[in-house]
């Protein structure tokens, strides 16, 4: 199971725990079942990239009003979930890949007075040595992405619609 399939099923844990606590007979098996706990993308719900991202589905939110019978609680009971979640990340996943980033960059020569370095493009002081595949050439621009996603705003297309979005315009 990956970490972020953990970091989701501990949230599912501590919800449905919370609940039990001040509700000790109460029936979450419809929490248990929510989308919000899936890492599949939807057109028509939240799942849980984007809990993940902080949107709390209103279906979880429902369902949870619906045992608890109070919003002010309800509310206090997913917050405190997604302040597990923020925290399951920040530790298990994003504090331990900036380590990594801190490592690779002491193991060829980077300091910091050279991240800070103004360099613009391509050009470095010091030498990097390329990760994963080699670079190649894009008919793409640089910013194509930027429109696509004022677009998607502005008209709620879907991230699938990004390639045909680029596609158009070449």
């Known amino acids: 199971m990956t970490t972020t399939l953990v970091i989701i099923n ?13 509700i000790p007979n109460a029936n979450i098996s419809d929490i248990i079942s929510d989308h919000a706990w899936t890492m599949n993308l939807f057109d028509d719900h939240v799942g849980g990239l984007l809990l993940v991202r902080g949107f709390v589905p209103t279906s979880l939110e ?5 045992i ?6 309800t509310t206090l009971l997913i ?10 990340f920040c530790s ?10 801190i490592d690779y960059e002491n193991s060829i020569g980077i300091t910091p007075i050279m991240k800070k370095s103004g360099v613009i493009g391509t050009h470095t002081p010091y030498m990097v040595e390329p990760l994963g595949l080699p670079s190649h050439t894009t008919i793409y621009e640089p910013k194509s992405y930027v429109r696509w996603v004022d677009k998607a705003i502005n008209f709620g297309n879907n991230w699938s619609d990004f390639v045909l979005f680029l596609n158009e315009l070449y």
């Open 10 to 22: 501990s949230c599912r844990t501590y919800l449905c725990d919370s609940i039990k606590d001040k």
């Open 62 to 66: 429902t369902k949870v009003n619906a």
């Open 68 to 73: 608890i019978r109070n919003q002010e609680t």
């Open 79 to 88: 917050n405190k979930m997604m302040d597990k979640l923020f925290y399951l």
């Open 92 to 101: 298990l996943i994003w504090t331990p890949r900036n380590q990594m980033v």
